[in-house]
């Protein structure tokens, strides 16, 4: 297991706390389940086709 240094702007600091406070999760825990989601979020992007973005935008009527 390594160990990491981070550095956290106020915003950070802010939501960190709110999703301790929520969760009652350690840091260590809360920012896994966070690097978690985003890996998650990275591998469902990557996956995406063009005909699958464009299905996404609404281009009107006859559009």
């Given amino acids: 297991m390594a160990t990491r240094t981070v ?4 915003e950070a600091e802010e939501a960190l706390r ?3 406070e ?4 350690p840091i260590s825990e809360a920012l896994k389940q ?5 890996r998650e979020r ?7 086709t ?7 935008l ?4 006859g559009g």
């Fill in 42 to 48: 990275v591998s469902q992007e990557a996956a995406r």
């Fill in 18 to 20: 709110e999703i301790r």
């Fill in 50 to 56: 063009p005909y699958d973005i464009y299905q996404e």
């Fill in 58 to 61: 609404d281009l009107g009527p």
């Fill in 22 to 25: 929520a969760t009652g999760l």
């Fill in 34 to 38: 966070g690097l978690r989601a985003m």
């Fill in 7 to 10: 550095r956290l702007d106020q």
